[in-house]
C-alpha cells in the first residue's frame, strides 16, 4: 500500500484536530482557539502536532496533549508526537472569528481588543459588552473567573454576571 502524500496526512491530523475540545471551554475546538500550532509530517511518516498554552501554567495542556494523542490515534496515527511549546506565546489573536462567536453562544464575552498596552499598565480594563443582552454598561467583579483565563463582569443593564475570555 503506498504512503499518503504529506498534504494528504496533514489535513487528517488537522481534520483530527477539530475534535480535542478545550475541557474549560467545551465549545471550542484546540484548532480554532489557535492552540494547534502546528503539525509536521516527517519523511517517514512520522507525526508530531505542536500545540500552545493559553496560559504557560494552563492545567488543561496536560489533558488536551491526552486528548490530542486518543483523536490522533483514531485517525491511524498512534504513533504521533504531542510537543507543548511556550514560544511563541499564545495570543487571542490566533482565536478564529468562529471562535468568538461560540463564546459569545456559550455566554462568555470574547476578549477586547489588543493585548497590554497602556490600559493594562494602570490596571483599567477593557470596556466588555454584556454577551446576554449586549449592553456596554458592565462592571468587572473579579480579576479571575472559573479558569485565569477568564475575568468576571455583571451588566448593570440586565443585572447578568457573566466571564469575560481576557485578551492576552
Do not use: N
Not at 496526512?9 to 471551554?25: F, K, M, S
Not at 505542536?50 to 504513533?79: H, K, N, Q, W
Not at 473567573?145 to 468576571?152: D, E, I, L, N, V
Amino acid at each position: 500500500m503506498a504512503r499518503p502524500a504529506a498534504g494528504e496526512v496533514e489535513r487528517r491530523v488537522w481534520d483530527a484536530l477539530t475534535r480535542v475540545h478545550d475541557p474549560e471551554i467545551p465549545g471550542l475546538d484546540i484548532v480554532e482557539m489557535g492552540v494547534a500550532r502546528q503539525v509536521v509530517v516527517g519523511r517517514d511518516g512520522e507525526v508530531e502536532v505542536v500545540i500552545t498554552p493559553t496560559y504557560s501554567g494552563c492545567p488543561a495542556m496536560s489533558v488536551i496533549a491526552i486528548d490530542v494523542g486518543r483523536a490522533l490515534a483514531e485517525a491511524g496515527f498512534a504513533d504521533a508526537r504531542v510537543s507543548l511549546t511556550h514560544s511563541p506565546a499564545w495570543t487571542t489573536d490566533w482565536l478564529t472569528p468562529g471562535a468568538r462567536a461560540k463564546l459569545a453562544a456559550q455566554g462568555i464575552a470574547p476578549p477586547v481588543g489588543t493585548p497590554g498596552g497602556r490600559r493594562a499598565l494602570f490596571g483599567e480594563g477593557p470596556v466588555v459588552a454584556c454577551p446576554q443582552c449586549g449592553s456596554r454598561d458592565t462592571e468587572r467583579l473579579a480579576e479571575f473567573g472559573s479558569t485565569a483565563c477568564k475575568a468576571m463582569y455583571r451588566c448593570r443593564s440586565c443585572a447578568e454576571p457573566f466571564h469575560y475570555f481576557k485578551c492576552v
